[in-house]
């Protein structure tokens, strides 16, 4: 099992950077996929960013495409989610999930993931 765990969130202007971590704990890494959703008040979690612990593989939403960048530091287990350019329509509640791979169909879909954060909040204003 991974336990997951975000930090990072907070209050940026728009254009401006931040960067999220999740630390995940447990023996399962290397072996799931670990994700980026967000959710914005009265919206549907989405799927932001995802990465094969395993083979380092990235996925990405057409929306952050070119500004986000997932990574990860397999000796900490931790995974990072690099923001740039950030617009006000990313303002919202940011969750790191984690999936065991052979359970993972598509990686930016929520329903595939197990283990949940509490969530950092991200706020973009103008």
């Known amino acids: 099992q991974v336990q997951v765990v975000e930090s990072g969130g907070g209050s940026v202007q728009a254009g401006g950077s931040l960067r999220l971590s999740c630390a995940a704990s447990g023996d399962a890494y290397g072996s799931v996929f670990m994700g980026w959703f967000r959710q914005a008040p009265g919206q549907e979690r989405e799927g932001v960013a995802a990465?094969?612990?395993?083979?380092?593989?990235?996925y990405y939403a057409d929306s952050v495409k070119g500004r986000f960048t997932i990574s990860q530091d397999r000796a900490k287990k931790t995974v990072y989610v690099q923001m740039n350019s950030l617009k006000l329509e990313d303002t919202a509640m940011y969750y790191c999930?984690?999936?065991?791979?052979?359970?993972?169909?598509?990686?930016?879909?929520?329903?595939?993931?197990?283990?949940w954060g509490q969530g950092t909040q991200v706020t973009v204003s103008s």
């Open positions: 999930a984690a999936g065991l791979r052979r359970m993972v169909w598509d990686p930016l879909r929520r329903h595939d993931y197990t283990a």
């Open positions: 990465i094969d612990t395993g083979s380092g593989t990235t």
